[in-house]
C-alpha cells in the first residue's frame, strides 16, 4: 500500500498539508484533485522524497518516478534523444515505443522549440515512463492535451500495470482515472505566531 500517515508540511507559516493521512491502492490509476493551492504537487513530492514533512509516516515503494508540473526539456535535445537519455545503453532502441505511447512518434527528430504546448508535455510524460519505477507520480501530466488524446494515453499506461497517482484540475482526466481521491479544504492554513 502507498500511504501517508498524519502528515504535515509548512512553508514558513503556511501550513499545506495538516496532519494528513491517505492510502493509495497499488494498482491502476488514482487522480488528486482540488482546487489550485491545496497541496496536490506538495504531496506528490512527499511521496517522490523531494519534500520533508514534519512527523507522520511515508510508505512508498522503492524508485518511485515523477513528472514534474514543467516540462523541463532540453532545447538542444531531440524528442528521441530526450527518451533514450534517460534509457540503460541496452535499451536505447526503446525510445521509438515510448514516443508512440505519448502519440508523437512523428515529432523524433524535432527539438522542443518546434513542438507544440502539448507536445512538449507529451514528451515530458514519455521520458518519465520510459524511466520505469514501482510508481508513477505525474504532476498533471495533460495540461495542454486534448481530453481523447490524454484518454489514448491513459489506457496505454494502465497497461504498463505500474501504480499511477496523477493530479488533474481536468475534470474529463479525472473522470478517465480509476478512482479520485479529493484533497479539497481551504488551501492553506496559516499558523499564529
Ligand atoms: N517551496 C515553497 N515555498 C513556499 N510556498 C510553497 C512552496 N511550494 C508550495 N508552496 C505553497 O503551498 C501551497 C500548495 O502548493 P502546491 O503546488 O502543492 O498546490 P497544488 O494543489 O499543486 O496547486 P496547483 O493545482 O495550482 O498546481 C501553495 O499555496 C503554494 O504557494
Same mark, same amino acid.
Request: some cysteine; glycine content about 10%.
Given at each position: ?123 515530458? /510524460? !514519455? *521520458?518519465?515512463?520510459?524511466? $520505469?519505477?514501482? &510508481?508513477? @507520480? ?6 495542454? =492535451? ?7 494515453? /491513459? !489506457? *496505454?499506461?494502465?497497461?504498463? $500495470?505500474?501504480? &499511477?497517482? @496523477? ?6 482526466? =479525472? ?7 479529493? /484533497? ?10
Amino acid at each position: 500500500m502507498i500511504s501517508v500517515e498524519d502528515i504535515t508540511v509548512c512553508f514558513e507559516k503556511k501550513r499545506v498539508l495538516d496532519h494528513f493521512s491517505a492510502c493509495f491502492p497499488e494498482k491502476g490509476i488514482t487522480a488528486l484533485s482540488g482546487p489550485s493551492g491545496c497541496g496536490k504537487t506538495t504531496l506528490l513530492r512527499v511521496l517522490a522524497g523531494l519534500q520533508e514533512t514534519e512527523g507522520g509516516k511515508v510508505n512508498v515503494p522503492d524508485r518511485p518516478v515523477l513528472l514534474f508540473q514543467e516540462d523541463r526539456l532540453l532545447p538542444w535535445r531531440t524528442a528521441a534523444q530526450h527518451i533514450s537519455d534517460v534509457l540503460p545503453r541496452a535499451r536505447r532502441g526503446e525510445a521509438g515505443r515510448w514516443l508512440e505511447l505519448v502519440e508523437l512518434e512523428e515529432a523524433a527528430g524535432q527539438r522542443p522549440a518546434a513542438l507544440s504546448g502539448g507536445m512538449r508535455r507529451r514528451l515530458a /510524460l !514519455a *521520458r518519465t515512463l520510459a524511466c $520505469g519505477g514501482a &510508481v508513477f @507520480l505525474l504532476d498533471e501530466p495533460f495540461t495542454g =492535451v486534448d481530453a481523447p488524446c490524454a484518454g489514448r494515453i /491513459l !489506457a *496505454r499506461i494502465r497497461g504498463l $500495470g505500474v501504480p &499511477v497517482l @496523477l493530479s488533474s484540475h481536468e475534470a474529463e482526466v =479525472v473522470a478517465l482515472c480509476d478512482r479520485m481521491i479529493p /484533497l479539497d479544504g481551504p488551501p492553506l492554513r496559516i499558523l499564529q505566531g
